[in-house]
């Protein structure tokens, strides 16, 4: 597959949206953490010789690559996030919507449209169109697919100064072989999402001794 593009944005701009955002997330599947929500407005005849889907990038490229977009001047962006017992309360689902909602809502000038990656999503807050794989095909998602894993790379590195037992600034709350045996070892911590089944089941067990 090839690197992301304008395509999409310029044919928004063409029905006559001129303020295009791109929209992703980062961490859905940990076991810890928050979920992140990324929006970018990229300026006209945006390039960049690197950007791509933040999964195809290593961490160095990204952070990077961060560096490099989220000191243009005319690169909107903003970013939400919701932490692990609103995960809890709500459910991941929702909880990466309404991060979504809240990024996009954040950005100044506010957007005509939004490029969403994944599925659509039921009562977004602006016109938006869904693009599975979206952080392959709109280089807007792009963007946001990096400044969301970094964002959130980030917080698990600084969480993990405060937690140290469990590793997270290495697998970042996925649930590694590493992270799995000091959650049995330690049991889970604030952050840890006790709706997610291999800490809900280790809660059971803690509760039941």
Known sequence: MGRPTLRYELEWKNQGHLLIAGIDEAGRGPLAGP???AAVMLPDGFEHDSLNDSKQLSEGKRERIYEEITVMPELMWSVAMIHAEE??????????HAAMAQAVLALVPAPNFVLIDGRPVPGFPLPSQALVKGDSLSLSIAAASVIAKVTRDRFMIAAARKYSAYGFETHKGYGTRGHLAALRQHGPCPLHRRSFEPVYQLTLAIDEA
């Open 35 to 37: 979920v992140c929500a």
């Open 87 to 96: 995960i809890d309360r709500i459910n991941i689902l929702r909880a990466t």
